[in-house]
């Protein structure tokens, strides 16, 4: 059966009419996140609703979902450079989008390099995102494109790494990830068999820092 002439007209116009028309709904979508408030110089959001969002990298800002609008606040440091993705309200402390189990939020606190603690225990929490395992570029644009148009999406390709640390004496040194509590040394929360002490920069021989550190018995590379 042939199609008629008017028919094919009408489906070439469709044909190009559509991506347009795609794009400019697109484009709406994201103009009305521009109109998103930023807190504290911070990954954090409020909408001119008053509701909370949480930017990831390379992925967009997602809906805080259960977050206190009138008690939320960002927990910083005092240095004006510091850009900080964790946040409290009444009930929770926030790693980006990820509730920190156990925290108490009145006395939660940053100490630095990622790190934070209420006293009873602590917390890493990156500032920089990483790719879930099995990372797909097409699926992460499409996740990121679900979170445009559904509110209450929440699924993303990139996360900030949050893991618990039992200690309560952690100091921030060195460098970001790195702290130490007496002679125990952590990255990125993660225990290292090393001595904070001695812990030093192995640098190229332009002089600049190679990513490498060592306390003079063990290499360690520095991940970005």
Partial sequence: MKMSKKKWVILLVAA?????????????????????????????????????????????????????????????????????????????????????????????????????????????????????????EFTAVMKSVANLFIKSYEDSSYFYKNVRIDSVNLEPIFDTGFAKDGNKLYYKGEKLDAQPSELRYITAENGATSGYYTDGKSLFFRRA
Avoid: M, W
């Avoid at 930017?55 to 850009?83: C, M, Q, T």
């Avoid at 990820?98 to 990156?126: E, R, V």
């Fill in 16 to 136: 190009f009419v559509a991506p347009y028309l795609i794009l400019i709904f697109f484009y709406y979508v994201a103009q009305s996140q521009n109109k998103f408030e930023n807190i504290d110089r911070s990954g954090f959001y409020r909408s001119p609703e008053g509701e909370i969002y949480a930017e990831i990298a390379h992925s967009g800002r997602y809906l805080l979902k259960g977050a206190d609008k009138d008690s939320f606040r960002v927990l910083n440091l005092p240095h004006y450079y510091y850009y900080s993705n964790v946040g409290a309200d009444k009930n929770n402390v926030y790693c980006s989008t990820k509730i920190l189990q156990g925290l108490d939020p009145k006395s939660a606190h940053l100490l630095g390099n990622g790190y934070l603690t209420d006293g009873k225990i602590s917390y890493f929490c990156s500032s920089k995102s990483e790719k879930q395992p099995g990372f797909n």
